[in-house]
Every structure is written in structure tokens, then in C-alpha cells.
């Protein structure tokens, strides 16, 4: 069961007196044997602390840093963003939500920068690329007929309905489960993608094989995510940890304070694209379809004209071609699957 899926893969500042400063305080600019033993001695501490300090900042960076995801093709997917449609003035027209939008100049977008596969900011260009960015970009071109004119509000998944309800964006667009819990605060346009949930393990861990070995264990998973109310569901008598961030989460797999995390399994193919060989996947995908939709003010005719658009990139074939450059190259996943039904 493990094995289907083991393939996808400061300075320091040191200051001290020493005796004979100058000539004109009356004491010998010469220095002494024991002036000389003092300065040597203040500088051998000085790069000391120097070298001592260096390291330190080296080890803390080492241990934030995040590993870099296998590279997306850039000029691939730069170039899909021009083939994407624009709407007519009538369709434009015919919403207020993509009213306000045309009329504001650019698309808010609520989002995330560190989603290696969905949506993942390059800071050598400053460019947002993966399948949730090239989504969004290629709505901001359907509105506003410039791919480029968006701007992204970082969310997370404790924070995806306050930014819509307060005002803050336009549209949420971050690997975003349809629930009817959301629902009651939101709406949603899509679905446009569907998942479900599986098991992460550290490399080599034959302890766990499936969601069915997580009684007794630690399983971390997301706050605010589906993950809490599956975990009670189909592994009920396992501890849980909640972390507000897929990093964070991971982390503490890593260190070994917990045994295991659940999220979804998509969301997973960052991890294995990241680090390969430091995780697995065990066992089999499990629950209830996850369906990501994109978040929209509460009873916003924004949902319709959403899904138009979403129908419109699925019959150009432009939601496949976005797969292949986004996940598909990048985890050697050959096939792209079927994109769900729309509405």
C-alpha cells in the first residue's frame, strides 16, 4: 500500500581602554609589551566572537530555511497566461462583482506565496507561479484583459473567510475545501479541483502503513483545514496537533514530535517535490472527495461569472495545459485528470 505512492515523490562590537592612547595625553604613543598583549588578545577574542557569531546565524538560517521545489518550467507557463480568454463587455456588464473589479483596475486576490506547486512566489522576478497563481492571473486577464494586474493578500487557513467578509479581497484562491461550514459565511465558485486526504510519514517509518495505524499515535494536520474533523472521523482515537501552517506541520514531523501528518494528498506532492526521500506517503488516499473552490463574497454574482470562466479554460483545454506545468512536470505525474464539473 505504502509503495503505490512512495515514487511521486554580528557582528560582535568589542571595545576596551588600553594604556598609552596618544601622545598629547601625556602618556607614550609607543606601545607597550603589555599594550600589545592586551590588543592582540582583544582581537583574537574579537574574531572569535566574530566566527562564533557567523555560525550561530548560519544554523539559524539553515533551520528556516525552505528547500526549494523542483523548478516549474517559467517560460512555459508565462506563455499559457497569454493564451487565456478575455470577456466581453457584456459579460463584464451583466456581474457587479466583475463590475467592481474592471472598474477597480485589478483583482484582490487572497492567496499564498509559499505553496510550491500551487502557488509559489519567485523572488529573482517577483513572479507567482503554480496552478492556483496561473488560476487567478488568468481570471485577472478575463476581467481586466492583463494577466498582471492582480494583488495578493497572504491567507492562511485560519484567515481565508475574514478576508472576504471584511472586504480585503476580491476572491480566495488557496487549495480552498468546499464545506458547508464555509458556506454559511462565503460562497463558492468551482469546484476546479479535487482531492482527498492521505497519510506523510518520515522515509523508512514501517510502523504506519495507513490511516488505519493511527490509533495511539501524534498526528499533526492544519487548524482552520478539513484535516481536524477527518482525522475524528477515521482515526479517532489517534492524538492530534493542530499547526497553523503546512511548514510548521512538517517541521514537527521532522523533529519527531509527531508521528505522522494528514492533509491533503495533493498538498502532500509539495513536501515530495521539495525533499525527495525525506518523506512517504502511507497507503492509500482515503476520505471524501476534497473539492477546491474559489472563495467569493457571500451571494456574490461573482459564482456565476466565476464558473463561466472555469467552463470557458476547461473547454480551451487551458485547465490540463496548466496541470502539466504546475504538478504534472514537476512530480512525474504523466496523466492529467479529469477537471471536475463546474458548478
Given at each position: 500500500m505504502k509503495k503505490s505512492y512512495k515514487r511521486l515523490f554580528a557582528g560582535l562590537l568589542i571595545s576596551a581602554s588600553v594604556a598609552g592612547l596618544t601622545a598629547c595625553g601625556g602618556v607614550s604613543s609607543t606601545p607597550t609589551a603589555?599594550?600589545?598583549?592586551?590588543?592582540?588578545?582583544?582581537?583574537?577574542?574579537?574574531?572569535?566572537?566574530?566566527?562564533?557569531?557567523?555560525?550561530?546565524?548560519?544554523?539559524?538560517?539553515?533551520?528556516?530555511?525552505?528547500?526549494?521545489?523542483?523548478?516549474?518550467?517559467?517560460?512555459?507557463?508565462?506563455?499559457?497566461?497569454?493564451?487565456?480568454?478575455?470577456?466581453?463587455?457584456?459579460?463584464?456588464?451583466?456581474?457587479?462583482?466583475?463590475?467592481?473589479?474592471?472598474?477597480?483596475?485589478?483583482?484582490?486576490?487572497?492567496?499564498?506565496?509559499?505553496?510550491?506547486l500551487f502557488s509559489q512566489l519567485d523572488e529573482t522576478d517577483n513572479g507567482v507561479r503554480g496552478f492556483d497563481a496561473g488560476l487567478y492571473q488568468l481570471l485577472a486577464r478575463y476581467i481586466l484583459g492583463d494577466e498582471s494586474k492582480y494583488e495578493i493578500t497572504q491567507v492562511d487557513s485560519s484567515t481565508r473567510e475574514s478576508v472576504l467578509t471584511t472586504g480585503q479581497v476580491d476572491a480566495v484562491f488557496a487549495t480552498y475545501s468546499i464545506t458547508d461550514k464555509r458556506k454559511e459565511l462565503i460562497s463558492f465558485a468551482g469546484p476546479y479541483y479535487t482531492s482527498r486526504q492521505a497519510v506523510l510519514v518520515k522515509a523508512g517509518n514501517s510502523d504506519i502503513t495507513g490511516v488505519d495505524d493511527l490509533a495511539g499515535k501524534v498526528v499533526a494536520t492544519q487548524a482552520g483545514s478539513t484535516g481536524p474533523a477527518i482525522l475524528e472521523e477515521y482515526a479517532p482515537e489517534a492524538t492530534v496537533q493542530e499547526f497553523s501552517s503546512d511548514i510548521e506541520a512538517r517541521t514537527a514531523l521532522e523533529q519527531g514530535r509527531v508521528d505522522a501528518y494528514v492533509t491533503d494528498y495533493t498538498l502532500m506532492l509539495n513536501a515530495l517535490v521539495k525533499e525527495t526521500g525525506k518523506y512517504e506517503i502511507a497507503g492509500d488516499v482515503f476520505g471524501p472527495e476534497d473539492n477546491y473552490g474559489i472563495g467569493l463574497p457571500k451571494d456574490s454574482d461573482g459564482v456565476e461569472f466565476v464558473n463561466s470562466f472555469l467552463k470557458k479554460i476547461e473547454e480551451e483545454g487551458l485547465w490540463k495545459d496548466l496541470w502539466k506545468v504546475s504538478l504534472g512536470d514537476r512530480t512525474g505525474i504523466s496523466d492529467a485528470p479529469e477537471a471536475p464539473a463546474v458548478g
Open positions: 603589555s599594550t600589545s598583549a592586551t590588543t592582540a588578545a582583544v582581537t583574537e577574542a574579537a574574531s572569535e566572537a566574530s566566527t562564533t557569531e557567523a555560525a550561530e546565524e548560519t544554523t539559524k538560517a539553515q533551520e528556516v530555511a525552505e528547500p526549494q521545489a523542483a523548478p516549474i518550467d517559467k517560460a512555459a507557463f508565462d506563455e499559457l497566461l497569454t493564451k487565456g480568454p478575455v470577456a466581453s463587455d457584456d459579460e463584464i456588464a451583466a456581474s457587479e462583482w466583475a463590475k467592481a473589479v474592471k472598474e477597480a483596475g485589478v483583482l484582490r486576490v487572497g492567496g499564498t506565496r509559499t505553496s510550491q
